[in-house]
C-alpha cells in the first residue's frame, strides 16, 4: 500500500472515533440525566464521568487529526453518519443503557485496535499511542460497567 494510502487510512480512522466520541458524548449526557433507580447516584456520577472523558477524546483525536493533514468531523449530523456508536435511547432502564455502554465500549475497542494496526503500518507512533493509551482506559471503564451489571454480561 502507498505511503499515502497509509496515511489517509489513518486519518479515517482517527475521525471515526472522532465520530463515535461526540455520538457517546451525547448520548451519556442523555443517560446521565434520564438514568432512574436505586443505582441513580452511582450511574449519575460516572455517566458524568463517561462524558467528560469523552470530550477529552474529542478534542485530542481531532487535533492529532489536524497535526496530520486531516480535517475532523465538526457537525453533529456527520458525527452521527459516521458513528459506529448509535444514539441514546429515551425510556430505558438503568441497565439496559449501561448494555448499551458496554457494546459501545467493545466496538470502539476492536475499532482503535484495528487503527492502531494501520498507524503503526504507516509509520505513525504517535497516532498508534493514542490509540494505546485511550484502549487502556476505555477496557477499565468497560470492566467497571461490566461489573457493575454481574451476570448479566458474559466475559
Request: hydrophobic share 40%; glycine share 4%; aromatic share 10%.
Amino acid at each position: 500500500m502507498a505511503n499515502s494510502d497509509c496515511k489517509q487510512e489513518v486519518r479515517e480512522a482517527l475521525n471515526l472515533q472522532v465520530a463515535n466520541f461526540t455520538v457517546l458524548w451525547t448520548k451519556l449526557h442523555n443517560y446521565h440525566w434520564y438514568v432512574k433507580g436505586n443505582n441513580f447516584f452511582s450511574l449519575h456520577d460516572k455517566f458524568e464521568e463517561l462524558y467528560d472523558t469523552a470530550a477529552e477524546y474529542v478534542d485530542e483525536l481531532a487535533e492529532r487529526l489536524l497535526a496530520i493533514g486531516g480535517e475532523p468531523i465538526g457537525k453533529q449530523s456527520e458525527a452521527i453518519e459516521r458513528a459506529t456508536v448509535k444514539e441514546a435511547e429515551y425510556d430505558i432502564e438503568a441497565n439496559a443503557m449501561v448494555r448499551q455502554l458496554v457494546q459501545d465500549y467493545d466496538n470502539i475497542i476492536q475499532e482503535l485496535d484495528e487503527g492502531r494496526k494501520v498507524a503503526e503500518e504507516a509509520g505513525d507512533d504517535r497516532t498508534a499511542d493514542t490509540f494505546i493509551s485511550m484502549t487502556t482506559d476505555i477496557e477499565k471503564n468497560n470492566w467497571m460497567l461490566k461489573s457493575f451489571l454481574g451476570k448479566e454480561v458474559k466475559q
